[in-house]
């Protein structure tokens, strides 16, 4: 099956600081990418819609400006939280979409970056 | 977002006992399902999904069951196994609109030995 891979897996930061998580389709272009949330014992929360070439579309309640998202090539999106405080400590998913022809295609998840903020 | 939830968010079953796990949806126009399995520290893994333009599906040990009346679905899972023990989400979509997953609550399911 297809392959989703991020990077890094686990990242510990000091408050105030920056980290960028990345996320790579391996053997499959993917047009579109997905940037899941989720806290311990809880589902998984959809923060953004990566679209290659264009700007992520962001669900109500996300930060934009916290959460950057860049999708600059069909292989490769990252999700940059700024300013990192200790709320945002979390474990962060990001998913691609093959098309493969079909109408829906399957989705590949990667397995995730736990951030925690200290 | 959509509501996807769950009847049950934990569920223990005796090893080779058959289990079902539950998903109520409450968005009509979502087209798509998934049932994905995610074992703790790890990214969600597929299962099986279902079209609604059909009521059942039949994988290696798993069926969906798809019921837009009520708009329920749930994943049977056949021998259960002690591999089997993880959390499940059902996740819907409409295709029509993006193709955004949105995820149900979760249930944990325990395999007894």
């Known amino acids: 099956g297809a392959v989703v891979s991020q990077h890094p897996s686990r990242v510990i930061c000091k408050s105030g600081t920056s980290v960028k998580i990345e996320c790579r389709s391996l053997d499959f272009q993917a047009t579109t990418m997905f940037w899941y949330r989720q806290f311990p014992k809880q589902s998984l929360m959809l923060m953004a819609t990566?679209?290659?070439?264009?700007?992520?579309?962001?669900e109500q309640g996300v930060e934009k400006d916290k959460f950057l998202i860049n999708h600059a090539s069909l292989t490769l999106s990252t999700l940059t939280v700024t300013s990192a405080h200790p709320e945002d400590s979390s474990f962060y998913i990001c998913?691609?979409?093959?098309?493969?022809?079909?109408?829906?295609?399957?989705?590949?998840f990667g397995e995730g970056s736990r951030l925690t903020v200290l | 977002g959509e509501s996807v939830g769950l009847h049950l968010p934990t569920l223990s079953v005796q090893e080779g006992d058959n289990s079902i796990i539950n998903c109520a949806y409450s968005?009509?126009?979502?087209?798509?399902f998934i049932w994905y399995k995610q074992e703790s520290g790890k990214g969600p893994q597929f299962i099986i999904d279902i079209r609604s333009n059909m009521d059942k599906r039949q994988g290696q040990r798993v069926t969906v069951l798809l019921n837009k009346t009520v708009k329920h679905l749930s994943l049977q899972i056949a021998a259960t196994q002690p591999g089997d023990s993880a959390v499940y989400f059902c996740a819907e979509t409409n295709s029509n609109t993006g193709n955004q997953f949105y995820f149900g609550t979760g249930t944990s399911l325990t395999v007894i030995p």
């Open positions: 968005n009509s126009a979502s087209d798509y």
């Open positions: 990566s679209n290659e070439g264009s700007k992520a579309t962001y």
């Open positions: 998913s691609a979409r093959t098309q493969r022809g079909r109408v829906t295609g399957e989705l590949f």
